[in-house]
């Protein structure tokens, strides 16, 4: 079993609707989660941080984690198609000289 | 958030040139860079981890000779690809860790290198 499990989609939903993307993890010691998004031959650009179980909203993103299931989640509103771009999980122990465990990542379309 | 500048954005280069590619933190500084290679609609694939001042750690099968890492100071990382092959030519992404803060990371621009 991988690390980090992350449907690669495509995704395709309608402007406006709610994108809810999901990760798995198997590693316990896990307790800091990441979402990075990344457009077409650019880098990743960080999202969301959070290190405790619970939601966290920053404007029309939430990332949600739950640790008891090993599970997380970022949630999109009022999605645009400008949030069409591929969006990567991340997660790495509670310690600064750890690696960072990467999803493949999932690639969403926003339909016009 | 933190801001990585990575240079150059893209490079095309003959066959058996060497190649190198900065990655600096422009606003923080970076006691760890990773390096990064990924293929079209795949996965960031780690290389190395570069801590400053001292030797970079290699992943499993990353061949430390050709794909050469300097991390002589917080604000700056290199990598150096070596005898560049077609095969080489990829998306390569740096990302760094800064000693205050969480343990995030920022990613460059990331570098597409073209190997003729």
């Known amino acids: 079993q991988k690390e980090v499990e992350q449907d690669p989609g495509p995704l395709s939903v309608p402007e406006g609707a709610i994108v809810s993307l999901n990760c798995t993890y198997s590693?316990?010691?896990?307790?800091?989660f990441m979402w990075y998004r990344q457009y077409s031959r650019k880098g990743p650009e960080l999202l969301m941080y959070?290190?405790?179980?619970g939601n966290k909203e920053d404007g029309r993103f939430t990332a949600q984690v739950d640790k008891s299931s090993k599970y997380i989640s970022l949630f999109i509103r009022d999605s645009q198609p400008s949030d069409s771009a591929t969006y990567l999980c991340?997660?790495?122990?509670?310690?600064?000289?750890?690696?960072?465990?990467f999803g493949k990542g999932t690639r969403l379309h926003i339909l016009p | 958030g933190a801001v990585v500048s990575q240079h150059p954005s893209w490079v095309i280069c003959k066959s058996g040139t060497s190649v190198k590619i900065e990655c600096r933190s422009l606003?923080?500084?970076?006691?760890?860079m990773f390096w990064y290679r990924q293929f079209p609609k795949q996965s960031l694939m780690l290389m190395a981890t570069?801590?400053?001042?001292?030797?970079?750690?290699?992943e499993q099968g990353v061949e430390k000779d050709k794909f050469l890492i300097n991390h002589a100071s917080l604000t700056l990382s290199t990598l150096t690809v070596t005898s560049a092959h077609p095969e080489d030519s990829s998306f390569y992404i740096c990302?760094?860790?800064?000693?205050?803060?969480?343990?995030?990371?920022?990613f460059g621009q990331g570098t597409r290198l073209t190997v003729v």
């Open positions: 606003d923080f500084q970076a006691t760890t």
């Open positions: 991340a997660m790495s122990v509670m310690n600064r000289d750890d690696k960072i465990i």
């Open positions: 990302s760094a860790r800064g000693e205050q803060g969480g343990t995030e990371a920022f």
């Open positions: 959070t290190y405790s179980s």
């Open positions: 570069s801590n400053e001042g001292s030797k970079a750690t290699y």
């Open positions: 590693n316990s010691a896990f307790q800091y």
